[in-house]
């Protein structure tokens, strides 16, 4: 069974957005390489979060991050609607990078 994040990748990749769950930047460096992006935007912790988007900026990517509410690997809980929310901030067909584990 998967945490909140199982239906919430459903609505992404159902609304054509791609999502990865990730464990850190070198991935996303790998991905914005391959699928070529328009924007990106990112979930995790505060220090994840702020390490993505300074990773973003030094490459000239637009992203968006959502911190969540109770940091770990096990158990990580967060506003799922709140993400919803930000990825239809971004036009297009945005590569949705996410740091959580199921």
């Known amino acids: ?16 957005r791609m999502v990865f769950i990730i464990p850190g930047s070198t991935f996303i460096k790998r991905m914005i390489k391959e699928y070529h992006p328009r924007a990106i935007v990112g979930v995790g912790c505060l220090l994840e979060v702020k390490e993505g988007l300074e990773m973003a900026d030094s490459i000239d990517m637009i992203a968006m991050g959502v911190v969540t509410s109770k940091d770990g690997c096990v158990e990580t ?17 945005p590569l949705t990078a996410s740091s959580l584990a199921p």
């Open 77 to 93: 809980t967060m506003e799922w609607e709140k993400l919803l929310e930000v990825v239809e901030l971004v036009p297009g067909d």
């Open 1 to 16: 069974m998967r945490c909140g994040i199982g239906s919430v990748i459903d609505q992404l990749e159902n609304d054509g």
